[in-house]
Nanobody, 118 residues
Framework: QVQLVESGGGVVQPGGSLRLSCAASGLTLSSYTMSWYRQAPGKERELVAGITRGGGSTNYADSVKGRFSISRDTAKNTVYLQMNSLKPEDTAVYYC???????????WGQGTQVTVSS
């Protein structure tokens, strides 16, 4: 059974940093594309960052480029999202996603709340 468990969310002041973690079980990171999405109240869920299953390529939403960084530790089967220079508009629930689209496998975590406020 596949599980993705996010952690690391919280309340932070503008300009601060947080590191989110997504611990995966029941799957191997090197077989999946891993992504972070976020959903703010009243808005659609949007892609924040992704890393290919080989780990050699990453992509970011324009709004977070230069501030956020996605990485993974295959030994711990965990994906991270380092978030720096946080802004109030980064406030959202952040979700981890694993997909292996050629086979139609898509899994989501339960989400972790990030609130950026003074």
């Amino acid at each position: 059974q596949v599980q993705l468990v996010e952690s690391g969310g919280g309340v932070v002041q503008p300009g601060g940093s947080l590191r989110l973690s997504c611990a995966a079980s029941g799957l191997t990171l090197s077989s999946y594309t891993m992504s972070w999405y976020r959903q703010a109240p009243g808005k659609e869920r949007e892609l924040v960052a992704g890393i290919t299953r080989g780990g050699g390529s990453t992509n970011y939403a324009d709004s977070v480029k230069g501030r956020f960084s996605i990485s993974r530790d295959t030994a711990k089967n965990t994906v991270y999202l380092q978030m720096n220079s946080l802004k109030p508009e980064d406030t959202a629930v952040y979700y981890c996603k694993a997909d292996r689209l050629p086979l139609g496998y898509i899994y989501w975590g339960q989400g972790t709340q990030v609130t950026v406020s003074s």
